[in-house]
């Protein structure tokens, strides 16, 4: 069983930064693909970025790409999403998922595990 806690939202300028964090519970943390997805109001969720269980591999949703950074520590059973040059249209819900399956941490598609979301919100 592991259960994700998001934190590190906030309200912050256009241009600014933030780094998000997804603290993970459980021992086998480390044997799960990981992921953030963003939802903005009135909108559908959306892919963000994911990085593989060992970190050796990330993947970025084009809009994000370049300005945002994810990463892992398996020690401290976290993933961070850093997020620099943020813009107006970054504002959403942010959400970290979980599977041991890479194809769904991209998809989005029923995984193992979702976090109850963190606020980001960018004002212009």
């Known amino acids: 069983q592991v259960q994700l806690v998001e934190s590190g939202g906030g309200l912050v300028q256009a241009g600014g930064s933030l780094r998000l964090s997804c603290a993970a519970s459980?021992?086998?943390?480390?044997?799960?693909?990981m992921g953030w997805f963003r939802q903005a109001p009135g909108k559908e969720r959306e892919f963000v970025a994911a990085?593989?269980?060992?970190?050796?591999?990330?993947y970025y949703a084009d809009s994000v790409k370049g300005r945002f950074t994810i990463s892992r520590d398996n020690a401290k059973n976290t993933v961070y999403l850093q997020m620099t040059s943020l813009k107006p249209e970054d504002t959403a819900v942010y959400y970290c998922?979980?599977?041991?399956?890479?194809?769904?941490?991209?998809?989005?598609?029923?995984?193992?595990?979702w976090g109850q979301g963190t606020q980001v919100t960018v004002s212009s």
């Open positions: 459980g021992r086998t943390f480390s044997r799960y693909a």
């Open positions: 998922l979980a599977d041991r399956v890479w194809g769904v941490v991209l998809s989005g598609g029923a995984p193992d595990y």
């Open positions: 990085i593989s269980w060992s970190g050796g591999s990330t």
